[in-house]
């Protein structure tokens, strides 16, 4: 690799000097084939698990060491941390990862405003000087659906009246959601598609729910 450099002085009468750097450049004994991994979409609380491999092109056996960002080894870990990589071959290490509800305040530093977490992992060989860099990225999400109310009043109804109270749910996950709601009573139904669907992420879905009392009576007087 050759790159040019002009040195410009204050001094207009002195010409300015170009200087021309020239590098050989040899490929690093060990090296991962990917230097970054995606693994898409990750919930909170649930496992998620790969693998790192590791090569060696060298004719001698080097030690290797995973390091990972202290702030997060609570979410994150590599199974071995050190290992061997023999002459010609390669390492195979298990990476986990468990984002905990925590992950959002605790790695802030490591998320972009897309949610996108980047877990920078720094592979340290024996006798070589530039670390491997490797990077694992996800997008990390929780699972939250948020009601608009949490109680709903259907307040005074008549005798062969029906009452309707609208009412919204909200999906704050970064994935489509199933929902249903199940076990109601026979005096009570929700619609539409009678209380169950798919909301898409970040979806606002606005239901009603019904309150029957002519069956409520009919539900009392069998009891």
Known sequence: HMVELVVVFED??????????TAHTIDLPVYVEQTEMYI????????????????NRSSAALRIKFEVPRSLRDHFDILPLNGVVQASSSFSAQFKFIPLPGI????????????LLRIPVQIRVADQTR???????????????????????????????????????????????MYGFVSLPEFITIQPNDGFGTLL?????????SWN???CILKLMRI
């Not at 992420?201 to 729910?209: A, L, N, Q, R, S």
């Open 201 to 209: 992420p970040g979806m606002i879905c606005v239901f009603w729910e």
């Open 12 to 21: 207009k009468a002195v010409e300015p000097v170009v200087l021309t750097l």
């Open 40 to 55: 898409k979409y990750c919930m909170v609380d649930r496992l998620y698990q790969d693998s790192i491999v590791v090569h």
């Open 131 to 177: 670390p491997v860099p490797f990077e694992i990225r996800a997008h990390v999400t929780g699972t939250n659906v948020s009601f608009s109310s949490r109680e709903l009043s259907f307040g005074s109804c008549s005798i062969y009246e029906s009452v309707r109270v609208p009412f919204a749910i909200t999906n704050e996950c970064l994935l489509p959601q």
């Open 213 to 215: 009392s002519c069956v």
């Open 104 to 115: 959002f305040t605790e790695c802030a530093d490591f998320f972009d405003e897309d949610q």
